[in-house]
């Protein structure tokens, strides 16, 4: 698709009063963040807002993508939802921040939202079918970025047969994972699937994610390859889904148990650690710490003793990644601040004093 062919499409839906908008869903760790940058970078221009959410009280990835400083997306139009899953707080914080958005002099021409990886996508679809917002927005599209590996080791999908034999034996036990029932949810709602992180994939591996997100899928949806999410908005964009209009086909896991969605099998928290020595030194001190504690995720942004440039580290369970994205500020704390995501439970105070923080 050629990126005129895309403005004629956004065109098209401004004539109609309707401007597109792109969820990007996936699992903790996915690449989302990621995908998104190489999405406004390759996107001509194009007048964009992001809405940002993320499970935690710190806004890392909002912050990832406000030091990118890319045309076409100044820092006032990206928006962060932090502390609070978008999918639980559609009518207090999601649709007030869209008419926000649609109500400035020179609204986007298409919004970019990302989920956190915590989030189900079916209800923020089924929001845009509110009142509010229906004759003014439509959802071109649900991306559902994976994490190729971590999938094809089998993290998030379990055998069915075992699972159905031990039901079996024991009626009154339930077996599935809470991170299983995201991942299920996620994939089913999708327009469009991201095999993320191919790169770290021979071609069995990959058969195996690809077979296990083909389980979840009710319907023909299209699995496109990615490393380090670079893909282009001539492909992300202008799907033309209409997926407010088309929720019939996206079951969602807790909808077919009759369960309500939160997030109480979860917890997120942040540590303030000292300025670092190096970034091998918190490496080394965070690998046993999220082995020991079974952490899902972390990510944040620290100071390095001599170095004028912030880090950010970033890791899901124990691959660990870290680079220096931009230069301190003048007059902007060097803090080094650390989210840590993982199940119900975590000992805090354990993971804080392994970890030196204040």
Known sequence: MTADLIARKD????????????IVTGFLGAGKTTLIQHLVKSANGRRLALVINEFGELGVDG???????IEGCPEENIVELANGCICCTVADDFLPTIEALLDRPEPPEHIVIETSGLALPKPLVKAFAWPEVRARVTVDGVIAVVDGPAVAAGRFAEDPVAVERQRAADAALDHESPLAEVFEDQIACADLVVLNKTDLMDASSRAQAEAAINAELGRRVKILPASFGRIDARTLLGIEAAAEDDLAARPSHHELEGEDHDHDDFESFALRLPVLRSPEELVARLTPVIERHDILR???FLAVAGKEMRLLLQGVGARLQHHYDRPWEAGEARDSRLVVIGLKGLDRAAIAAALGAA
């Not at 912050?63 to 400083?69: M, R, T, V």
């Open 11 to 22: 065109a098209a839906h401004k004539s109609r009063g309707r401007i597109p908008a792109t």
């Open 63 to 69: 912050g990832i993508l406000k030091a990118c400083a």
């Open 298 to 300: 972390v990510k944040g």
